[in-house]
Nanobody, 126 residues
Framework: QVQLVESGGGLVQAGDSLRLSCAASARTFSSYAMGWFRQAPGKEREFVAGIASNGGNTWYVDSVKGRFSISKDNAKNTMYLQMNSLKPEDTAVYYC???????????????????WGQGTQVTVSS
């Protein structure tokens, strides 16, 4: 069982930066691929970024490429999402997720992802 807790959300202005953190309870954290998803009001939850278990490979949705950066510190059981040049359209609840393979995160059915955090709100004002 893996418990995930997000933090770092908040209200910022367009162009600002935020860093989200996702702390995991599992001692086997290093064996999991991790990802960030977001859900804006009235929209479906979408994939934002993913990272392989060893941090060697990363994936991003096109809309955040060049602005967001995902990283994973296996020694601290923590994953991060550095968000720069934030835009109002980035406003959403951000969720972290863990899965045994990155495919489940990047291209799979979200219902196949076994572990989710509770979400943290990010609001970007114009």
């Amino acid at each position: 069982q893996v418990q995930l807790v997000e933090s770092g959300g908040g209200l910022v202005q367009a162009g600002d930066s935020l860093r989200l953190s996702c702390a995991a309870s599992a001692r086997t954290f290093s064996s999991y691929a991790m990802g960030w998803f977001r859900q804006a009001p009235g929209k479906e939850r979408e994939f934002v970024a993913g990272i392989a278990s060893n941090g060697g490979n990363t994936w991003y949705v096109d809309s955040v490429k060049g602005r967001f950066s995902i990283s994973k510190d296996n020694a601290k059981n923590t994953m991060y999402l550095q968000m720069n040049s934030l835009k109002p359209e980035d406003t959403a609840v951000y969720y972290c997720a863990a899965a045994q393979t990155p495919t489940r995160l990047v291209r799979g059915d979200q219902s196949s992802i076994p572990y989710w955090g509770q979400g943290t709100q990010v609001t970007v004002s114009s």
